[in-house]
């Protein structure tokens, strides 16, 4: 079986990769990784914190996941950061996504919030979302 968060992950960055909007936000492709690139220059985005806990019902066997996606921004570049932020949500919220071996539930976005980082002075702006996914 393909774990719930893995197979959210793949979706995202199958829906994420098709929008032309957020591919020219990002320098022309999709930018979003599990762990920073080296080197890499901002604009690009990572996957951050994620937990998945059991949402099981009498009939399914469920996973409800709190996720987040954290866009980085070059230094003085709050704007970049936030409308990126603001571009996953609008494609990720309530998105039909499919999932390999899992049924997306639901799909919403919970919160975005933005932080200048003290060391670099980069931006990053962070979207939470809630998913909901039964297995198949």
Do not use: C
């Amino acid at each position: 079986m393909t774990s719930p968060i893995l197979a959210l992950r793949r979706a995202i960055l199958d829906v994420a990769s098709t929008d032309a909007e957020l591919r020219s936000l990002m320098g022309g492709s999709l930018r979003l990784y599990d762990e920073p690139p080296r080197a890499a220059e901002p604009v690009y985005a990572l996957f951050g914190d994620v937990s998945a806990s059991d949402w099981s019902t009498d009939l399914d066997r469920g996973h409800e996941q709190s996720l987040s996606i954290v866009v980085w921004s070059e230094r003085g570049g709050a704007r970049t950061a936030l409308v990126a932020a603001e571009r996953f949500a609008a494609i990720l919220d309530e998105a039909a996504l499919t999932l390999d071996g899992h049924r997306l539930v639901n799909l919403r976005v919970t919160a975005l919030s933005s932080v200048r980082d003290k060391d670099t002075q980069l931006t990053r702006a962070t979207v939470s979302l809630r998913a909901v996914t039964e297995v198949v």
